[in-house]
């Protein structure tokens, strides 16, 4: 199995910044892509950015131009910088990654970290 540990979360001011971060560990032979989805009190979870291996990268229309996701894949790390941050962008943020263990594809969710964005 693959274990996905995140940390970074935490309560800020609108038009603040946070960085999260997501460490994987396990019998990793290599990654698909790791990536940030985040769930709203009442909302569904919703991506907000991906990585691949390679370095492309997707993001939720509403973040794009204030987050940016990063990875190292040596360290099986992602990041996700977020800037400008909103009351809306509130939720619990989770590290999603799918990775390729042995001759199995596998995709992990972590616990999850929360941000709150006061306005």
């Given amino acids: 199995q693959v274990l996905l ?14 960085r999260l971060s997501c460490a994987a560990s396990g ?25 691949t291996s390679g370095g492309f990268t997707n993001y939720a229309d509403s973040v794009k ?3 940016a996701i990063s990875g190292d894949n040596d360290k099986k790390m992602v990041y ?18 799918k990775f390729r263990v042995w001759a199995r594809e596998i995709i992990s969710w972590g616990q999850g970290t929360q941000v709150t964005v006061s306005s």
Avoid: H
Avoid at 7 to 18: E, H, I, N, P, T
Avoid at 28 to 51: C, F, H, T
Avoid at 80 to 97: F, H, I, R, W
């Fill in 65 to 67: 131009g204030r987050f």
């Fill in 80 to 97: 996700l910088q977020m800037n400008s941050l909103k009351p809306e962008d509130t939720a619990v943020y989770y590290c999603n990654g």
């Fill in 5 to 18: 540990v995140e940390s970074g979360g935490g309560l800020v001011q609108a038009g603040g910044s946070l």
């Fill in 27 to 51: 019998s990793i032979s290599s990654i698909n892509n790791m990536g940030w989805y985040r769930q709203a009190p009442g909302k569904q979870r919703e991506l907000v950015a991906d990585i």
